[in-house]
């Protein structure tokens, strides 16, 4: 992979161009080229799952309908195919998220020609995020595509639709997304590119040899499959960051700034994010001046789940504001697609998609992120319109992409278009006639994104170059910058914590994966282990030193006492709980006294500083009230009580009365958990109310207690 520094991105020829409008589309037609695979099947991944329905409806073809076992299907149907998945080794935040790949049980059956690579090859924080499928040397997809969960619609959105389900048989939100299929020098360019990136991943040279033997003779291109385009320059954009001496790549970043820069008409982007620095000061410049094109941008009302909403969508709140300051000229429009009758969520918006003038289609992985411009692997494909026919032949997409949410058909928006145009109006006076007709009242629908976000996650949020880099973090940068704000927030607090914890989780990702500790790892032998421990006598002394290990590397004691109350029987692990919460709590302030009087220096914060003058002052109230109301983390509480002058049998009283209406409310809490788990009878559901209950109440005493320390 060359860098970007001085060579153009690489442009490579195809003879056919197709664009696939949402997961209906772009699944069936992926299928029906799987089928069709005779020599090699060539996945890269930031997502994917075995159980996917690739055809949801109709009549059944005798083909298996899921990924998995339709590729086990075609590996037995054609005696020379080989098959070859590379996957992110995704971040720990996301496990709950994805399905179970080389963990415990192997959703994917095994196959002697199915080999699978999780690529790590990246930063610290940085992904895999290309998403591509290679086949036979002949045909390559790329765009915004996982063949993964939650991604299916279909272009009508509609918000009942029954296939639209998880492989648990749980439904999610409507889902748009675009995907490009080219054939010809381009495939075999992102082959290339896929051989490329497995070698880097450590997938050895298997791939590679399978490749040797050139395209196959047979077109796995699906039948019905109308080309967009034809015979064609395609240009192939990447972003590859800095690792391991491999020099950067920054063309996505730098082809977005060029298309930019030369529309004359009209931008008109989807995208998932709008964060990139880079980006949107080009898209600022071009607002400002007096002759220049329109801006029309199509986001998600919401970017996803609740940390992106408090750190993605604030970011975009800023860049929207950004963009406004700068339409001096009235250029500018965000909308974002409703789905009226939504029982839970919003439409997703996942394309990365830019149109400019019809003249330019652009199609790819990355993101409208810092980090897809220097951190993440991504890929986009782009063309330029060379003729009139070919301007048409993009203009046609354009009216495809917007049908759905105006409830016109495409030709009948390129019609309107046409009349508002012969007046002097453009794509804003387009869209905003067509959307003030009114559609039915189930129909999708446009509306104007104001972006705005609560005030207080725009102070909470951290500093925008850890949240979303735009190249690789070192250690030395990031203390550096959370150095920076001597008044660092709890958030940003939380987020160096969160590093350093991802730091632990990577050093025992290597060790699981290159020691024998990975073979220890098997979930049934955990669950077993657990078991055994629940059941010995030397099993809560263990769990009550591990208890204090885990506190000391600050990992939440509500956690803790959680996994006490669910490990043990009732009273045992009201007694572990116990017992590791004042253990902890002594250990901490040992640490504490021993870190010294500059620890309060470096913890900051008037939070810290706060609680320090209460617990020297009032030490058993003050350590009663915060032990049951932690207005501080517990680890911290504790450091700061080694450098007070409290006395022992006051820390440890307080902390013992303190922590023991909670872990009581926790264990009940605990209890009924697991009962309505097992059983979702009134007795259950009743034990579950009284934790919920008795947690409520005790937040309501601590705070009363709270108050009168701070009245005294």
């Known amino acids: 992979m060359k860098s970007s520094n001085n060579d153009r991105p690489q442009q490579a020829g195809t003879e056919r161009l197709a664009a696939l409008v949402d997961g209906e589309d772009y699944f069936a037609t992926v299928r029906a080229s799987i089928l069709r695979a005779r020599r090699r099947i060539i996945i890269a991944a930031w997502d994917i799952h075995s159980r996917i329905e690739l055809k949801r409806g109709g009549r059944d073809d005798g083909h298996p309908r899921e990924l998995g076992a339709l590729l086990i299907h075609q590996l037995e149907r054609a005696p020379e195919l080989e098959v070859f998945i590379l996957l992110w080794d995704y971040a720990p935040i996301y496990a709950l998220e994805r399905e179970p790949l080389f963990f415990g049980h192997d959703p994917w059956q095994q196959h002697p020609r199915q080999h699978f690579c999780k690529d790590s090859a990246h930063p610290l924080a940085a992904s895999q995020h290309q998403k591509l499928v290679a086949i036979d040397g002949r045909i390559a997809y790329c765009g915004g595509f ?84 034809r015979d064609i320059p395609v240009t192939i954009a990447l972003t590859v960051p800095s690792y391991q001496g491999r020099p950067e790549v920054r063309e996505v970043e730098q082809l977005y700034r060029e298309q930019i820069a030369s529309a004359q008409r009209f931008l008109y982007l989807e995208n998932q994010y709008l964060s990139a620095r880079t980006v949107v000061a080009e898209l600022c410049r071009s607002l400002r001046r007096r002759q220049g094109p329109e801006i029309v941008l199509l986001l998600p009302e919401q970017t996803g789940s609740w940390l992106q909403q408090r750190t993605m969508d604030v970011m975009r709140a800023r860049r929207l504001a950004s963009l406004r300051r700068a339409d001096r000229h009235g250029r500018f429009k965000v909308y974002c697609p409703q789905v009226p009758g939504l029982t839970a969520g919003t439409p997703m918006v996942h394309a990365k998609l830019l149109i400019a003038d019809d003249r330019i289609l652009r199609v790819g992985s990355a993101n409208l992120s810092n980090r897809s411009m220097g951190l993440d692997s991504e890929c986009d494909l782009s063309v330029t319109a060379r003729d009139d026919a070919e301007v048409s032949a993009i203009a046609a997409l354009r009216h495809r992409l917007l049908a759905p949410w105006l409830g016109l058909a495409p030709a009948e928006i390129g019609a309107r278009e046409q009349a508002i145009q012969a007046q002097g109006g453009g794509l804003i006076a387009t869209i905003e006639h067509l959307r003030s007709q009114g559609q039915a009242a189930s129909a999708p629908r446009l509306a104007e994104l104001d972006g705005a976000v609560d005030p207080d996650w725009q102070r909470q949020l951290p500093d925008e170059r850890l949240v979303d880099p735009d190249r690789p973090l070192d250690p030395a940068q990031v203390t550096t910058l959370l150095a920076e704000d001597h008044k660092a927030t709890p958030v940003r607090r939380r987020l160096a914590l969160a590093l350093g914890l991802l730091g632990v989780f990577l050093t025992l990702a290597a060790l699981w994966r290159w020691t024998p500790l990975g073979a220890w790892l098997d979930p049934q032998a955990l669950a077993d282990a657990a078991g055994r421990l629940s ?27 959680l996994a006490s109350a669910l490990l043990f029987d009732p009273l045992t692990g009201i007694l572990v709980a116990l017992t590791g919460s004042t253990l902890s709590a002594a250990a901490g302030r040992l640490l504490g006294a021993w870190l010294g009087r500059g620890l ?80 979702a009878d009134p007795r259950a559901l009743a034990l579950l109310l009284v934790g919920i209950l008795a947690l409520a109440g005790l937040a309501w005493v601590g705070r009363r207690l709270l108050k009168d320390t701070r009245d005294g």
């Open 535 to 561: 059941g010995t006598l030397w099993g809560p002394p263990l769990a009550t030193i591990g208890f204090v290990i885990a506190s000391l590397a600050a990992v939440p004691v509500t956690l803790l006492i």
């Open 146 to 229: 996982d063949l993964g969960q939650w991604r299916w619609d279909t272009s009508a959105h509609r918000a009942d639709d029954p296939h639209r389900r998880d492989p648990s048989g749980e439904p999610y939100p409507p889902f748009h997304d675009v995907q490009l299929l080219v054939d010809a020098e381009a495939a075999g360019a992102l082959e290339r590119l896929l051989v490329e990136r497995w070698q880097s991943a450590g997938g050895g040279s298997a791939l590679a040899n399978a490749c040797a033997a050139g395209p196959t003779d047979e077109d796995p291109w699906p039948s019905g499959v109308a080309p967009l385009l």
């Open 600 to 679: 309060l220096d470096r913890l900051g914060g008037s939070t810290v500083s706060r609680i320090a003058h209460r617990l020297g002052q009032r030490g058993l109230l003050t350590i009663l009230t915060v032990r049951i109301v932690p207005v501080a983390p517990f680890a911290v509480l504790n450091l700061v009580a080694g450098v007070l002058p409290l006395r022992w049998r006051d820390y440890l009283l307080g902390t013992l009365l303190g922590m023991l209406p909670g872990i009581l409310a926790l264990t009940v809490f605990a209890e009924g958990l697991i009962a309505v788990l097992g059983r």
